[in-house]
C-alpha cells in the first residue's frame, strides 16, 4: 500500500498536479491565554527633524510587568501599524504571553510607522517616506530612532541604553532597514529580526552579503525569514537575496538563522513563527552578545586573522588636542583658534611616530610608549611628512619642503614648493604632490636643491585632478596616488628614471551611501604588499590585484561625533602596530604582518 501511495504521488506530480502548500497555523502563543498580564497600546504622532517636514504614528506597548525602578528593554518594529494585534504578527499578544512564560526580558516595543510629507495644499499628492528611510544603507534611520523617538518615549518610560538590550524587527524594507540600523550602529542595537527582507538593489542593498564577508565583524545576531515564492523583480531575487544573507553572515561568524518556508511576499508564515524567532533572538539573555570569533589561521575563511590581531584592537595612544599639556604650550601667546586636526603622520626606523598639524606650526613625537612630546615647535605650518632613506623628516611647509635633523634642526630643501604631501624612493628620490592638485614633482636621488631641476607631470586620467595621499610599493615599482573625491586609488608604474607611466584607477574603494566621493586620503603598506587605505567606510585594505579584500573597523571616536581617519602608518618596536590618526587623536592596533619599507 505504502508502495502504491508513493506511485500514485508520482504520477500526479507528473501529469501537473497541484501539491497542497505548507500550512502556517497560530500557536497559543499567538493566542490571548487566560491568566496572563495584558499590556498597554498607548498612540502616539511625531514631526520628524531628521526626516524634515515627515510626520508619522507610533505606538508604544508596555508589559504589565514593567516597573519604573528598572530598565526595560526595547524592541523597535518598523511599519509599526501592521504590527499590532489586528496584524499578522500580533506583537502585543506575543510579547504578553512569552514575558509572561519568562520567553523574554520585560521588554518595551516601539512600533513605528515610515514618515509621509504632507501635501501643502488640496489636490498634491503625498511623499511617501518608506523606502528612503527604509531601503537606504546609510544610518539616517537609526538617528532618528536614536536622537529622537527613544529619547522622547524614555521621557516617560526607563528606557534601557544597553545595545544587549535592545532589538530592532521589519518585514520587506522594513527588514533591511532593521539590518543596517544595528549594522550602522552595532553600540545601539544588536538583536535583529527580518521578515521577507528586502535584500535587493531597490537603494543599492544587493551589496550587503559582499560588505559582510569584508567587514571587521560586528556583536550582531541576526534572524532571517523566507519564501520560495518571495519576489523576483527589477531589484532581484527576495529568494536568493536572503539566502546569500545567510551565506555571508554564517562565513563570518554571526550568530544567523535563516528560516524559510514556500510562502510568497507576505507575512503568513512570519506570523506563525514570530514565537519561535523571538525565544531564538532572546536565548540567554542576559549573556551579552559579542563580536564574531576570528576563523583560526589556514581555515578558508580566515580572512582578518591573516593580517590583524586576533587578540587587538584599537588603543587610544595620544591625544594632540589643544588641551593637552604639549599643545598648550606651543599655543602661548597665538592669537587664532588651532583646528583639531593633524595634517600629516610619518614613522622613524626605530618605530617613533611623527605627527604635525598646520594650524600648530608644530611637529610633534609620540613615542612606543604613547608619550607625546614636542619634536619641532616652529614648523611653518607643517602638512605632509615622511622620512628619507637618510634618517631625516622631511615635510611640506608653508616655504616649501624642509628637512630636519634628529634633533629637530630644520633646513629647507626646495623652497616655493606648496606641496600636500611627500614620499621617497628607497635610493632617495623625493616625490612630492602640489597641495590636493593632480600635479606630481619628482627630486631624483642627488640631485640640486633647486627647484628648477625638479620635473613635475600631471596625473594621467585622474578626471578629479586631486592627489590625496601617496606612496610606495614595497618592491619601488608602483607609485599609488589616493583621490578623496573618488572611489579610487591610482597605481601608476614607476621607470628606470623615477617618472611614473601607465597609470590606471586600479583599486575599486567602498564608498558611503549617501556619497560618491571614498573620503581616501592617507595610505601605507605592509611588507607582502597590501595596501591600507584610510577612507570614510574605515581602513580598506586592498590585495595586489586592486581588489578591496577586507574592511577594518575605524576606533570608536571619544567624542559624540564619528571623526574620519586622515592617515595611516606603520610603526612601534617591531613596526607590526598599525597607528592612524582621526582628528586629533593617535590610535593604535596590533597587526599580524609588518610595515613595508
Same mark, same amino acid.
Given at each position: ?32 491565554? *487566560? ?53 499578522? /504578527? +500580533?506583537?502585543?499578544?506575543?510579547? !504578553?504571553?512569552?514575558?509572561? +512564560? ?12 515610515? $514618515? ?9 499628492? !503625498? ?103 518571495? /519576489?523576483? #523583480?527589477?531589484?532581484?531575487? &527576495? ?13 563570518? $561568524? ?59 584592537? &584599537? ?14 604650550? #606651543? ?20 618605530? #617613533? ?17 604613547? %608619550? ?18 637618510? $634618517? ?37 628620490? /623625493? ?26 607631470? %600631471?596625473? %594621467? ?26 572611489? &579610487? ?40 604588499? /597590501?595596501?591600507?587605505?584610510?577612507? +570614510? ?20 571616536? *571619544? ?17 607590526? @602596530?598599525? @597607528?592612524?590618526?582621526?582628528?586629533? @587623536?593617535? @590610535? ?10
Amino acid at each position: 500500500m505504502k508502495k502504491l501511495c508513493l506511485l500514485l504521488g508520482l504520477m500526479m506530480a507528473i501529469a501537473g498536479c497541484v501539491v497542497a502548500a505548507e500550512e502556517y497555523p497560530y500557536g497559543p502563543d499567538s493566542q490571548r491565554q *487566560p491568566g496572563v498580564p495584558q499590556g498597554t497600546v498607548t498612540q502616539y504622532s511625531w514631526t520628524s527633524k531628521i526626516f524634515p517636514g515627515t510626520v508619522r504614528d507610533y505606538w508604544v506597548y508596555v508589559p504589565a510587568q514593567y516597573t519604573p525602578d528598572k530598565p526595560a528593554c526595547v524592541m523597535v518594529f518598523e511599519d509599526g501599524k501592521g504590527t499590532l494585534d489586528d496584524s499578522p /504578527l +500580533r506583537v502585543p499578544t506575543v510579547f !504578553d504571553n512569552l514575558i509572561a +512564560r519568562h520567553d523574554m526580558p520585560v521588554t518595551i516595543a516601539i512600533m513605528i510607522n515610515p $514618515g509621509v510629507l504632507k501635501g501643502l495644499a488640496p489636490g498634491q499628492a !503625498d511623499r511617501p517616506n518608506r523606502s528612503y528611510e527604509y531601503d537606504s544603507l546609510n544610518d539616517r534611520y537609526a538617528r532618528f530612532l536614536m536622537e529622537e523617538i527613544l529619547p522622547e518615549v524614555a521621557k516617560h518610560y526607563n528606557l534601557s541604553t544597553n545595545p544587549n538590550d535592545r532589538a530592532i524587527s521589519g518585514a520587506s524594507s522594513g527588514g533591511i532597514c532593521s539590518f543596517t540600523v544595528a549594522w550602522t550602529h552595532p553600540e545601539a542595537f544588536r538583536r535583529v529580526l527580518s521578515f521577507i527582507g528586502s535584500f535587493a538593489d531597490l537603494r543599492g542593498g544587493d551589496i550587503y552579503p559582499a560588505l559582510i564577508r569584508k567587514t571587521e565583524p560586528k556583536p550582531l545576531r541576526v534572524f532571517l525569514q523566507d519564501g520560495s515564492h518571495d /519576489l523576483n #523583480n527589477f531589484a532581484g531575487d &527576495w529568494w536568493l537575496a536572503n539566502q546569500s544573507m545567510a551565506s555571508a553572515l554564517a562565513y563570518a $561568524g554571526y550568530d544567523v538563522k535563516l528560516v524559510t518556508g514556500d510562502k510568497d511576499h507576505d507575512m503568513i508564515q512570519a506570523g506563525a513563527i514570530f514565537p519561535d524567532a523571538l525565544r531564538w533572538l532572546w536565548r540567554d539573555y542576559p549573556h551579552p552578545i559579542a563580536r564574531p570569533p576570528m576563523h583560526p589561521l589556514g581555515d578558508p575563511r580566515a580572512g582578518f586573522v591573516d593580517f590583524v590581531d586576533a587578540g587587538s584592537g &584599537w588603543e587610544l595612544v595620544a591625544s594632540l588636542s589643544p588641551t593637552s599639556p604639549e599643545i598648550k604650550e #606651543n599655543l602661548k601667546g597665538m592669537s587664532i583658534a588651532p583646528l583639531k586636526s593633524i595634517t600629516g603622520i610619518a614613522v622613524d626606523q626605530q618605530g #617613533n611616530v611623527f605627527a604635525s598639524n598646520s594650524s600648530w606650526s608644530a611637529i610633534y613625537r609620540i613615542a612606543a610608549d604613547g %608619550q607625546a612630546s614636542t619634536f619641532v615647535a616652529d614648523a611653518d605650518g607643517a602638512g605632509g611628512v615622511a622620512f628619507g632613506p637618510d $634618517g631625516r623628516l622631511y615635510g611640506c611647509d608653508s616655504k616649501g619642503i624642509a628637512s630636519y635633523s634628529s634633533e629637530g634642526k630644520k633646513s629647507v630643501r626646495l623652497h616655493g614648493v606648496y606641496c600636500g604631501n611627500v614620499a621617497f624612493s628607497s635610493d632617495g628620490g /623625493l616625490y612630492f604632490t602640489y597641495s590636493l592638485s593632480g600635479i606630481l614633482g619628482f627630486l631624483p636621488a642627488g640631485r640640486s636643491n633647486h627647484l628648477g631641476h625638479t620635473p613635475s607631470a %600631471q596625473f %594621467q586620467g585622474l578626471g578629479s585632478s586631486r592627489a590625496d595621499g601617496i606612496c610606495l610599493s614595497p618592491d619601488q615599482s608602483k607609485f599609488y596616488v589616493s583621490d578623496a573625491s573618488g572611489k &579610487w586609488v591610482w597605481s601608476y608604474q614607476i621607470q628606470a628614471d623615477g617618472a611614473i607611466a601607465n597609470g590606471e584607477p586600479y583599486f575599486r574603494l567602498e564608498t558611503p551611501d549617501e556619497s560618491s566621493e571614498s573620503g581616501a586620503t592617507g595610505m601605507a603598506v605592509d611588507g607582502k604588499g /597590501l595596501l591600507y587605505i584610510a577612507t +570614510r567606510m574605515g581602513i580598506e585594505v586592498g590585495d595586489a590585484e586592486g581588489r578591496v579584500v577586507a574592511i577594518l573597523d575605524s576606533p570608536e571616536s *571619544p567624542g559624540p561625533e564619528p571623526v574620519p581617519i586622515s592617515a595611516v602608518a606603520f610603526g612601534g618596536p617591531d613596526h607590526q @602596530y598599525l @597607528y592612524v590618526v582621526a582628528g586629533s @587623536y593617535v @590610535y593604535r592596533r596590533h597587526l599580524v604582518r609588518r610595515g613595508g619599507p
